[in-house]
């Protein structure tokens, strides 16, 4: 086996074993965070705001995580990203706590450099890999995440109950659990991704012995995107699919809580969703290696397309139906994110890589901010059904895009 092989099998345990983690980490805060603000404001309006800064955090924190990538690689950036979250968690508890709106968001909005890192690591899968295995090993860090993100929604009961015992609101529970597996993922990143796997693919294409290449700005990488067809759809794909998942998932906690759904119920119909988000992304992988990044890219646009058809008809006391509909949303996120990451990975230049992943992951996380920002106006002056409805006219566009460069 060559170092190359033994590094990339290395650096996707540790990876998948990081996400687990962060899963855990994250995935539990989402609904949380939404009743939170909601009880804090006391105003459905901005119930989506605790999403909207995270998936805020994590758009602005992409560019410096991807500087860091290029400076000292995938192990410095996405062990700071991790660490980031887990403070950001202990402010969420604090801000929900204490009530301080201001505080708590400033907290959701660091815990998406925890998200940042997360999707980061999705390409330092593909660092070392090759082309025949690329979309397979991506999906195999993704799918990492499935244990933890499934768990996390369902841990809110118990980490409120915990949060209750020991004088705290149930709600910041989740993220008293959040501070603990986002600095466990830290370490795990910190102290095993070694060699790194960056470092040592710059090093094999020779572009620098010491592994730093020259810095590129966030406008330079989306010049290089929009130049090369293939490298543009991947990111449309990324870029559309996270705005409909975001907008629609951060919004059917607050549309179940109408007819008062239990926290359990809400949970679980978040673990379906997150399962068809993650559960499924290797054989999402090998089908994008065997019959191509175009094809499943369109499977994703499909699932989409019938998720929000399927969503937007379901009463908020049907549980089964919502949780039918949101578990294509996450599959149908799955394909679109696999296919379109391992798209741009293979279509840039390898000095490239970590400024057009790093642009990418910010238009993609500002997408989710503007989506779920605008979810929660729509649902405050129209309703659940038109935000599914609305959410689809972009993945509708997608679908012709990528038929069209088929």
């Known amino acids: 086996m060559t170092l190359n092989e033994a590094t990339q099998q290395k650096a996707v345990r540790v990876l998948a074993s990081a996400q687990v983690l962060s899963g855990v980490g994250v995935a539990g805060t989402v609904a949380a965070g939404s009743l939170l603000v909601a009880g804090i404001t006391g105003s459905e309006t901005f119930a989506g705001f605790a999403q909207t800064t995270g998936v805020l955090g994590s758009a602005l924190m992409a560019i410096p995580l991807a500087k860091l990538t290029q400076r000292g690689g995938r192990r410095l950036a996405l062990s700071l990203g991790y660490f980031i979250g887990s403070v950001g968690a202990v402010l969420a508890v604090l801000g929900g706590t204490y009530r301080i709106l201001v505080l708590m968001l400033m907290g959701t909005f660091l815990v998406g450099a925890a998200s940042a890192a997360g999707y980061q690591a999705r390409f330092a899968a593909v660092d070392l890999a090759t082309k025949e295995t690329r979309a397979k090993q991506l999906s195999f860090v993704v799918w990492g995440s499935t244990i933890g993100a499934v768990a996390g929604p369902n841990l809110m009961q118990p980490a409120g109950s915990v949060a209750l015992s020991i004088g705290l609101p149930q709600l910041v529970g989740p993220y008293l659990l959040s501070t603990i597996a986002l600095g466990l993922g830290s370490l795990t990143i910190f102290l095993f991704l070694r060699p790194d796997p960056y470092l040592l693919a710059l090093k094999n294409a020779d572009q620098s012995r010491s592994g730093v290449v020259a810095k590129h700005s966030v406008r330079e990488a989306l010049a290089v995107v929009k130049s090369i067809p293939e490298a543009k759809l991947a990111l449309t794909a990324i870029v559309v699919g996270h705005i409909a998942m975001v907008s629609v998932m951060v919004m059917t906690p607050v549309h179940m809580a109408h007819v008062d759904v239990s926290l359990v119920i809400i949970g679980l119909v978040i673990s379906v969703h997150v399962a068809g988000m993650y559960a499924f992304s290797p054989i999402v992988g090998k089908l994008t290696d065997k019959f191509g ?20 008809f379901a009463p908020a006391e049907d549980s089964r139906t919502l949780g039918i509909g949101l578990f294509l949303l996450g ?16 279509s840039v230049p390898v000095e490239r890589k ?35 409805l609305l959410a689809s006219i972009p993945v509708a566009l997608l679908g012709v895009m990528a038929v069209k460069l088929k």
């Open 293 to 312: 990044r175009h094809e499943m890219i369109i499977v994703g646009v499909s699932l989409l397309l019938l998720s929000s058809l399927i969503s937007g």
């Open 354 to 388: 970590a400024a057009t992943q790093g642009a990418s992951d910010l238009v993609m996380n500002l997408g989710g901010a503007f989506g779920g920002a605008s979810a929660g106006v729509i649902i405050a002056f129209l309703s659940y059904g038109w935000l599914c």
């Open 331 to 346: 599959l149908g996120w799955s394909c679109t994110l696999i296919a379109g990451s391992t798209l741009l990975s293979e």
